[in-house]
């Protein structure tokens, strides 16, 4: 007798467990669809994400200006002194494309992801979930935790970046924005002195006067666009750091994070042979 009543509790129980899981999953599943999808792409959270990734746009394509206006401000320069360092600054342009790539599939991510995410992805995985509560399949479950890991860190990796880059990379920022206008100013300058109608000096002269340098006149101006290239490298890094390194570096500590935490089982409680 105590046995039937013990297989009867236990019956009810794992049945009552598996309605609450499935009611669990059709309620995130309903939330996700007809309530997050709208309003978290429009939260304050995400909308400052969408206003940063367009700020760094723009930093990026006035940094390809910057440095595409010394290049040809240094190749103004009588008797080919600059040549070398124009192409080097020339170069970079690859790098500013990369970031600029990167930049654009973020945002990307931030704009059409989350509806994607929110009405597909995490529903979906829901709906395997179920499956694996209702035929008792661990590869349901498998594929529910994969799809809901990559549905949440959609939603989640780069708004949260982008708030960490703010506030952890403040100061390298402004150092970027720092170089770009002395680089935008070094090219006005140069531009402005070979484009002068002073016909009383010579251009090292002018140059001189402008860069208010000492008398090795071509030399100090050299070295100071070489300061100007160390400080552009320095940027560049920076930029790849913030823009491309930090969101993954995120995106595997967020993905660690879900896998821990969707990987935790509890155990069943044991019966003793005698209350059997």
Not at 7 to 12: E, G, H, M, S
Not at 64 to 93: E, K, Q, R, W, Y
């Amino acid at each position: 007798m105590n046995l039937k009543k013990w297989l009867t509790a236990n019956f009810t129980e794992i049945h009552t467990e598996k309605l609450a899981k499935i009611l669990l999953a059709i309620f995130i599943m309903v939330l996700s669809i007809f309530v997050l999808a709208y309003k978290f792409p429009e939260s304050s959270y995400v909308q400052e994400t969408r206003e940063s990734l367009e700020e760094s746009k723009i930093t990026v394509m006035e940094f390809s200006g910057a440095t595409i206006a010394v290049s040809v401000a240094i190749t103004a320069l009588p008797d080919d002194f600059g040549s070398p360092l124009a192409n080097t600054l020339a170069d970079m342009n690859k790098y500013f494309i990369f970031i600029f790539a990167v930049l654009f599939v973020e945002k990307l991510i931030v704009v059409e992801g989350m509806k994607l995410s929110f009405v597909y992805i995490i529903p979906f995985a829901c709906g395997l979930y179920i499956l694996s509560v209702l035929f008792g399949k661990a590869v349901f479950k498998v594929l529910a935790s994969k799809l809901m890991i990559l549905g949440l860190a959609v939603v989640l990796v780069i708004p949260l970046s982008t708030h960490i880059t703010e506030k952890v990379c403040e100061d390298y920022l402004v150092y970027v924005d720092e170089t770009i206008e002395e680089a935008s100013a070094g090219a006005e300058k140069v531009n402005g002195v070979m484009t002068s109608g002073d016909e009383g000096s010579t251009v090292f002269e002018k140059l001189t006067d402008a860069f208010k340098t000492a008398v090795q006149g071509i030399s100090d101006l050299l070295k100071y666009f070489e300061n100007v290239l160390k400080k552009c490298v320095n940027s560049i890094a920076i930029m790849i750091v913030t823009t491309f390194v930090l969101p993954m570096l995120v995106l595997l500590l967020f993905r660690w994070l879900l896998k821990e935490l969707f990987s935790l089982s509890l155990p069943a409680p044991r019966v003793n042979k005698e209350e059997k």
